[in-house]
């Protein structure tokens, strides 16, 4: 064999192992997304494997193969939700007038976000503490950005200058800790919960300009449902 034919060849072996390796990224990408779906549907205990591999046409061996267990797909999913709403918060940042629209955009694409969220996953979820584990980072900066929110918002005079807003970041937390620990998101809509703690919340720390924008949004946030 010649060294051009050698050469044609190995170009066609590097194309089909760059394709196969782009089918097996676009394989798991299509898995991830179909068993968040279910996943947010029914809950997390209630889907297995078998099913997942049924929803996509696929055999079980297939499935283990690019995932090592349930925990691990799990995990995917919740990196992948986590990557679209970082996605979707970056757009909201930059395009948002002051702080207090901000927060309550953000607010609102988290209810379109789990609107039909099956309660259960947010209390099954604890289930998995090296989840939790992997995602303390992520948890981390977010609470560094709700600080900056907060003392962005009282330069921009919506948010009121004498509220130590670390503290009140902290019992934010402990809040939305108990809601998705306890039975609380199977008893009351997500939307109904939310919005007591964060409407409540922020009532409580506006000013007269902060609450004139929380009314307006309140007032359109009611035409649209």
Do not use: W
Not at 129 to 155: A, M, T
């Amino acid at each position: 064999m010649s060294y051009a034919n050698l050469y044609v060849l190995y170009e066609r072996m590097q194309q089909q192992s760059s394709d196969m390796k782009s089918n097996t990224a676009e394989n798991k990408k299509a898995i991830i997304m179909t068993a968040l779906r279910l996943f947010l549907k029914k809950g997390i205990r209630a889907v297995r494997m078998d099913d997942i591999a049924n929803e996509m046409g696929i055999s079980k061996r297939t499935l283990y193969e690019l995932f090592e267990n349930k925990e691990e797909l799990l995990l995917c999913c919740i990196m992948e939700q986590r990557n679209y709403e970082k996605e979707q918060t970056g757009e909201i940042i930059s395009t948002s007038c002051n702080t207090m629209e901000l927060i309550l955009r953000i607010y609102r694409l988290f209810m379109k976000m789990h609107r039909n969220t099956n309660p259960k996953f947010f209390t099954e979820i604890n289930n998995y503490p090296q989840i939790q584990k992997r995602l303390q980072k992520s948890n981390e900066q977010r609470s560094n950005d709700i600080i900056r929110f907060f003392k962005r918002g009282v330069e921009e005079g919506v948010f009121r200058p004498d509220v130590k807003y670390e503290i009140l970041n902290i019992l934010l937390q402990k809040q939305m800790e108990y809601t998705f620990s306890s039975d609380l998101c199977e008893r009351f809509n997500i939307r109904d919960i939310y919005s007591s703690i964060l409407i409540t919340m922020l009532r409580g720390i506006c000013t007269d300009r902060g609450k004139d924008i929380l009314e307006k949004f309140n007032a359109a946030d009611e035409d649209m449902q």
